[in-house]
């Protein structure tokens, strides 16, 4: 199985980012615990700080990978092209908030991009990654 796996903008700061609401690991320490945690996946990660850069990875999806997971950040509340993209891509698609957006500013409670997923997990820090692969799965093994 291949995962396609797209991080947004600023969360290549990981570690040095509030952990109260991201936790302390980075993003090269999340994607080193998903590889090791599930060999049998083939990861394919990728972090932007662009949006038009997400758009065309969400694109190329359909057809190169199996599933994809999303973390387009604070995209999420702004992108409309993202929303977009991921309503023409046909693949699992699970989106995943490392802090709990429904608890923080106003702004940040309402996701354009989610409801153009199969679902999605916010608050549970990195956990939320796994607890993804772990529902591809399930929807996988039900095709």
Known sequence: MK???INGPNLNMLGARDTNFYGSETMDDIESEMRST???IEFDFYQSNI???????VQSAT?????L???PAAYSHTSIAIRDALELCTIPK????LSNI???DDFRSKSLT???????ITGFKKHGYFAAVFLIQRIMNEK
Do not use: M
């Not at 699970?94 to 908030?97: K, R, S």
């Not at 989610?114 to 999605?120: I, L, Q």
């Open 38 to 40: 599930y060999p049998q």
């Open 102 to 104: 429904a608890s923080r």
């Open 3 to 5: 995962i396609l796996v």
């Open 51 to 57: 949006e038009g850069e997400i758009v065309n990875r």
């Open 69 to 71: 997971i999303i973390n």
């Open 63 to 67: 057809g190169s990978f199996d599933a």
């Open 94 to 97: 699970i989106e995943v908030h």
């Open 114 to 120: 989610a409801s153009k997923t199969d679902g999605y």
